[in-house]
Each structure stands twice: as C-alpha cells, then as structure tokens.
C-alpha cells in the first residue's frame, strides 16, 4: 500500500520560499497511471489544489498560484517537491500531498499533512 | 473557472437519520470526474465516492452519490457516530484543472 509523507520547515519567514518534499514508500512516482499533487488547508478552511506534476517535465498548477508555485519530481529518490515563492500570512496552511488516479482524476491516497506557518 | 458550491454549510441531524449534500457546480462537468471527500479533525481527507457514484474500496454502502450536470449530491442513508465529519465534493476539468468545493459539515444534532 503507497504511504506518503511531507516534510519540510514548519515555520517560514515573509517574501522567502517554501520548500515541501513528499517522500512515496510501497509505490513509484514514475509511470502513468498516477499524477503527484499537492494541496493545502489554510486553519479552519477549505481544500485548495496547488498543482500536480507527471513525469520530470510536465506539470499543472492552479493559475491563482502559478506565477509563485514549481513542484518538480525526483524519480531517484521516489520524491516530489513544492517551492512556493515570496509568501505571506495567507499562505499559512497545512500542506498535503496526493497521489492523483488519472483514470478518473481523484486523490486515493494522502500524506497525513505538515503545517507550515508564515510568520517573521 | 468552474466553482463548486456545497450546501448547506453545517448539517445539524442526529445519528441514524439521512443525510442529503449538496454540490452544485458554476458550468456543467463530467460525472466521470466528480469525487467526495470526508475529512475528520487533524486528519487528510479520505476518498468515498468517485465517478459522481462509485463507492471507493472500503466504503460502507450507506453512502452513495448521484447527479450529473451542475448538480451532484452525497447521500449518507443513516448516520452513524463516526460519520459526523466535514465533507468536500471535488472535480477535474476545465481551468483551473482541479477544484474542491466549500465543504459541508455534518454535526450531531
């Protein structure tokens, strides 16, 4: 069964980046069947999708976060990880990442979440 | 952008009654890709439906959900205590390419 598994700083400072790395046991990132996403919680809020990637070279991002957002795949280490540029207060949230079934695009299996917190 | 409108916001009802939830997308979608969600306190939300209709493995069958076109709903048949949860409807399409809806949240009554 594919476990997933975030990590990353808890604690960002305002206008840097955050760094996020999903880490996949029991499956591999490489292959079709699956995209690898990311997704992310504000406290007490909603799901919004952040974006997915498929093989090395092909992503998709929300266009509300596209211009600060790159997630990117590493097959050798079975990772995948998000940088999410100049943040702010409003990028608060918990972060999840998903394994996306391409069949018929919903998420069947998430990491627990990390909470990443914007704050000088 | 096609928006996902769930209601009602909160669902106050009482174990073994029927739950009735509500997404109602902005445009018409594809039921091939509409899914719900639950979500407890301090977990990741969990898959129960998908194809608008088809229970996810592990799903008991007081779930169910149907629709098609701008409006789809999840049925709960009769509530059990551990089904007392936040619920989001989500789907796939046109830009942006994945969208979640607000979330309903059933509580005990």
């Known amino acids: 069964q594919v476990q997933l598994q975030e990590s990353g700083p808890g604690l960002v400072k305002p206008s840097e980046t955050l760094p996020l790395t999903c880490t996949v046991s029991g499956g591999s990132v490489s292959g079709v069947s699956y995209y690898w996403s990311w997704i992310r919680q504000p406290p007490g809020k909603g799901l919004e999708w952040i974006g997915y990637i498929y093989s090395s070279a092909n992503a998709n991002y929300n266009p509300s976060l596209k211009s600060r957002v790159t997630i990117s795949l590493d097959t050798s280490k079975n990772q995948f990880s998000l940088r999410l540029m100049s943040v702010t207060a409003a990028d608060t949230a918990v972060y999840y990442c998903?394994?996306?079934?391409?069949?018929?695009?919903?998420?069947?299996?998430w990491g627990q979440g990390t909470l990443v917190t914007v704050s000088s | 952008e096609i928006v996902l409108t769930q209601s009602p916001g909160t669902l106050s009802l009482s174990p073994g009654e029927r739950a009735t939830l509500s997404c109602r997308a902005s445009?018409?979608?594809?039921?091939?890709?509409v899914a719900w969600y639950q979500q407890k306190p301090g977990q990741a939300p969990r898959l129960l439906i998908y194809?608008?209709?088809r229970r996810a493995t592990g799903i008991p069958d007081r779930f169910s959900g149907s629709g098609s076109g701008t409006d789809f709903t999840l049925t709960i048949s009769r509530l059990e205590p551990e089904d007392f949860a936040v619920y989001y409807c989500?789907?796939?399409?046109?830009?942006?390419?994945?969208?979640f809806g607000g979330g309903t949240k059933v509580e005990i009554k």
């Open positions: 998903a394994r996306l079934f391409t069949s018929w695009m919903f998420f069947d299996s």
């Open positions: 989500q789907q796939y399409g046109s830009s942006p390419k994945l969208t």
């Open positions: 194809v608008a209709s």
């Open positions: 445009q018409s979608i594809s039921s091939s890709y």
